[in-house]
């Protein structure tokens, strides 16, 4: 029962909500996308990052001096569900609409390079 309250606690925030929602839509992103989409300081994004990578949710990788999430390959079961009717409540939402358009919006500036 603890380990699917701690799951629940990562996503009680609506910039981490906002994280998933993105990262649902588009596979992987570079920090520098996210901090751009959500327009919030990196220190802001690491650190919701960081909360939804320690409950398992994200998988990173390093490319230079930018690190790139993407939803975890691995989830168990219990995430698995949470994940399938998180991804059919964000569809609709308005602000993960508006991220979405931001992100497709972005185009090819490349932040990472």
Not at 68 to 88: F, G, K, M, V
Not at 95 to 104: F, H, K, Q, S, W
Request: charged content about 25%; proline content about 2%.
């Amino acid at each position: 029962m603890k380990s699917i309250a701690i799951l629940f606690k990562s996503l009680e925030d609506e910039t981490r909500l906002r994280i998933m929602s993105l990262l649902l839509d588009a596979g992987e992103l570079c920090v520098c996308d996210l901090i751009t989409v959500l327009q919030l300081p990196q220190s802001t994004v690491s650190r919701h990052l960081a909360i939804l990578k320690n409950a398992g949710w994200l998988k990173d990788r390093r490319a230079g001096i930018w690190i790139h999430y993407s939803i975890a390959p691995d989830l168990n079961t219990e995430q698995r569900i949470i994940i399938n009717a998180l991804r059919n409540i964000l569809e609709q939402d308005q602000t993960a609409g508006v991220d979405r358009e931001r992100l497709a919006t972005r185009g090819a500036t490349n932040c990472c390079a």
